[in-house]
Antibody, heavy 123, light 111 residues
């Protein structure tokens, strides 16, 4: 049973960079696509981006320019960096695996998900 | 404002049936893209409940069913049980935004 766990600072200062890591256990990170998704307080879920063990990540156009995602296969982890953060980036951040294995953007879903981690942006 | 519109809350008595709607547009659900549903129990991670409109993953009771018509989709929960109290989200793909999109979530209360 694949499990995902987010880790990283819970409090980030405005204008700085938010950095999170997702550790994958119970299975290999290779051969799958992985995503970050967030839920700002009082709002719905927002997809942030996806990354494969190799190749170019794809980001939500609304966040492009501030987002960087990468994979470390040796540690079975993938990461998220979000630069120049503001209060609007305060959210619960989830990591998730894209299902099924191949990318067919009109049909993909997310399974499983990590528990999520609340990141607060402070002024 | 989420791209997919869900009612903020739905309620029903035990044993009754609840329906959660997910309304999109011609660039997402109406364009023929799949709809998926997630259940998030209090304090837990979201879990896939229905994928590809109507398919239930192994372990999901057949009390949960999904459907789609035009730009909208629905999740039906038959024979409501207390353990069904959770937040439910729909998800699809939007070709105008070029990204995967979600509904705002619906909180189901079992009275």
């Amino acid at each position: 049973q694949v499990q995902l766990q987010e880790s990283g600072p819970r409090l980030v200062k405005a204008s700085e960079t938010l950095s999170l890591t997702c550790t994958v256990s119970g299975g290999s990170i290779s051969s799958y696509y992985w995503s970050w998704i967030r839920r700002p307080a009082g709002k719905g879920l927002e997809w942030i981006g996806r990354v494969f063990s190799s190749g170019t990540p794809i980001y939500n156009p609304s966040l492009k320019g501030r987002v960087t995602m990468s994979v470390d296969t040796s540690k079975n982890q993938f990461s998220l960096s979000l630069s120049s953060v503001t209060a609007a980036d305060t959210a619960i951040y989830y990591c998730a695996r894209v299902a099924p294995t191949s990318i067919n953007i009109g049909t993909n879903w997310f399974d499983p998900w990590g528990q999520g981690t609340l990141v607060t942006i402070s002024s | 404002q989420s791209v997919l519109t869900q009612p903020p809350s739905v309620s029903g008595a035990p044993g009754q049936r609840a329906t959660i709607s997910c309304t999109g547009s011609s660039s997402n659900i109406g364009a023929g893209f799949d709809v998926h549903w997630y259940q998030q129990l209090p304090g837990t991670a979201p879990k896939i409940l229905i994928y590809a409109i109507t398919h239930r993953p192994s372990g999901v009771p057949d009390r949960f069913s999904g459907s789609k018509s035009g730009p909208s989709a629905s999740l039906v929960i038959a024979g409501l049980q207390g353990e069904d109290e959770a937040e439910y989200y729909c998800q699809s793909y939007d070709s105008s935004l070029n990204d995967w999109v979600f509904g705002g979530g619906t909180k189901l209360t079992v009275l």
